[in-house]
């Protein structure tokens, strides 16, 4: 894939684009290295949360979310009759605003911008979660970790939903959870020997500065775009033996939007006890740290208007999520699979 034949039918493809012709070249292909890295893992109330590291911002603003949820009393406000508990939708939104407020401002490819592993500490968390009161915050400002470096600029380079999830679990109980996206409809549109080509590069900021600061996921040579993709694996204590052992393998495609399914569907399985599909069937909602974001025509008129007073800018739009879960149940294994998308769960 990276030399020979079809690198250079890749390098000439990119070349001969009559609009936009690339500088993508053998040398690129062939210097390209896969990069193993650990998983990014923290324990909310009795389970662990494991789930990816930079470049994708999805398993910090993940951790976050749930660590300024930790202390609230988000677990007795459980939906009711598929809505959405009003104070509920409130939580997540003004943890959503928290956690990409950082994320925007903090997260991009390690080997050029190391994220401050502050922005996970306890006492920071706690910090940000104090400021979650009755009313929105409506936009929230980063944070000042106690390991940042001086702050890069923030910046809200948008996400093109071209994004797919599966969740596997063999026979031998090993999982996979894994995201995989090409950026935007049909990629970049060029096709070479049967697969498309990315449209990665609009993962990384078009601003590379502002405010004469540079911005964190600006455009820079060898640098891997940031992500919100967000695969992620939790992890229980086991009564026989007390390790911990697989619970719960779960994803979603959907852009930036990504981190609020995730976080919205690991409340309703672990705070509300509620089975895989009827946690991903729950209308979504969230915030990406500009208005609540509202799965359309699936919130009460009245939860609208009560959000609204609570000074929450709400704007309903399609919110096609893709989620696939598997959960583990007495005697084996039980999936659960988007209703918005052509996704099934499967067993043998």
Same mark, same amino acid.
């Given at each position: 894939?990276?030399?020979?034949?079809?690198?250079?039918?890749?390098?000439?493809?990119?070349?001969?684009?009559?609009?936009?012709?690339?500088?993508?070249?053998?040398?690129?292909?062939?210097?390209?290295?896969?990069?193993?890295?650990?998983?990014?893992?923290?324990?909310?109330?009795?389970? #662990?949360?494991?789930?990816?590291? *930079?470049?994708?911002?999805?398993?910090?603003?993940?951790?976050?979310?749930?660590?300024?949820?930790?202390?609230?009393?988000?677990?007795?406000?459980?939906?009711?009759?598929?809505?959405?508990?009003?104070?509920?939708?409130?939580?997540?939104?003004?943890?959503?605003?928290?956690?990409?407020?950082?994320?925007?401002?903090?997260?991009?490819?390690?080997?050029? %911008?190391?994220? *401050?592993?502050?922005?996970?500490?306890?006492?920071?968390?706690?910090?940000?979660?104090?400021?979650?009161?009755?009313?929105?915050?409506?936009?929230?400002?980063?944070?000042?970790?106690?390991?940042?470096?001086?702050?890069?600029?923030?910046?809200?380079?948008?996400?093109?939903?071209?994004?797919?999830?599966?969740?596997?679990?063999?026979?031998?109980?090993?999982? %996979?959870?894994?995201? #995989?996206?090409?950026?935007?409809?049909?990629?970049?549109?060029?096709?070479?020997?049967?697969?498309?080509?990315?449209?990665?590069?609009?993962?990384?900021?078009?601003?590379?500065?502002?405010?004469?600061? *540079?911005?964190?996921?600006?455009?820079? *040579?060898?640098?891997?775009?940031?992500?919100?993709?967000?695969? #992620?694996?939790?992890?229980?204590?086991?009564?026989?033996?007390?390790?911990?052992?697989?619970?719960?393998?779960?994803?979603?495609?959907?852009?930036?939007?990504?981190?609020?399914?995730?976080?919205?569907?690991?409340?309703?399985?672990?705070?509300?006890?509620?089975?895989?599909?009827?946690?991903?069937?729950?209308?979504?909602?969230?915030?990406?740290?500009?208005?609540?974001?509202?799965?359309?025509?699936?919130?009460?008129?009245?939860?609208?208007?009560?959000?609204?007073?609570? !000074?929450?800018?709400?704007?309903?739009?399609?919110?096609?999520?893709?989620?696939?879960?598997?959960?583990?149940?007495?005697?084996?294994?039980?999936?659960?699979?988007?209703?918005?998308?052509? !996704?099934?769960?499967?067993?043998?």
């Amino acid at each position: 894939f990276h030399l020979g034949a079809t690198a250079r039918a890749i390098v000439a493809k990119v070349a001969a684009h009559p609009h936009n012709p690339g500088r993508l070249s053998l040398d690129d292909l062939a210097g390209y290295r896969a990069v193993e890295r650990q998983p990014l893992c923290r324990d909310y109330r009795q389970w #662990t949360v494991c789930g990816m590291p *930079p470049p994708s911002s999805g398993g910090i603003a993940v951790a976050q979310i749930l660590g300024l949820l930790e202390t609230s009393d988000i677990a007795v406000h459980r939906p009711r009759d598929g809505q959405p508990a009003e104070q509920a939708v409130h939580l997540l939104a003004e943890a959503g605003r928290l956690a990409f407020a950082d994320r925007n401002a903090f997260v991009a490819d390690p080997d050029f %911008v190391p994220w *401050p592993r502050g922005l996970l500490a306890p006492d920071y968390l706690r910090a940000r979660a104090a400021m979650i009161g009755e009313r929105s915050l409506g936009e929230a400002w980063p944070g000042t970790p106690l390991d940042a470096a001086a702050a890069p600029a923030g910046d809200r380079s948008p996400e093109r939903p071209a994004t797919a999830h599966l969740s596997v679990v063999d026979a031998d109980g090993g999982a %996979v959870a894994m995201t #995989t996206s090409i950026e935007d409809a049909f990629g970049s549109r060029q096709m070479v020997r049967g697969f498309l080509l990315n449209n990665q590069l609009s993962d990384f900021s078009f601003i590379a500065a502002e405010a004469g600061r *540079p911005v964190a996921n600006r455009v820079e *040579p060898g640098k891997r775009p940031r992500s919100s993709m967000a695969p #992620t694996l939790v992890f229980a204590r086991d009564p026989l033996n007390g390790k911990r052992r697989l619970q719960l393998v779960l994803g979603s495609p959907g852009g930036a939007q990504i981190i609020n399914y995730v976080s919205r569907v690991l409340v309703a399985m672990l705070d509300w006890g509620l089975d895989a599909q009827s946690a991903i069937a729950l209308p979504n909602h969230g915030s990406r740290n500009g208005p609540t974001e509202l799965e359309k025509d699936r919130v009460a008129p009245e939860q609208v208007e009560a959000l609204r007073r609570r !000074g929450h800018e709400v704007r309903q739009l399609e919110m096609p999520s893709g989620l696939q879960a598997i959960e583990r149940i007495p005697g084996g294994w039980r999936g659960g699979a988007d209703p918005r998308r052509e !996704g099934v769960a499967r067993g043998e």
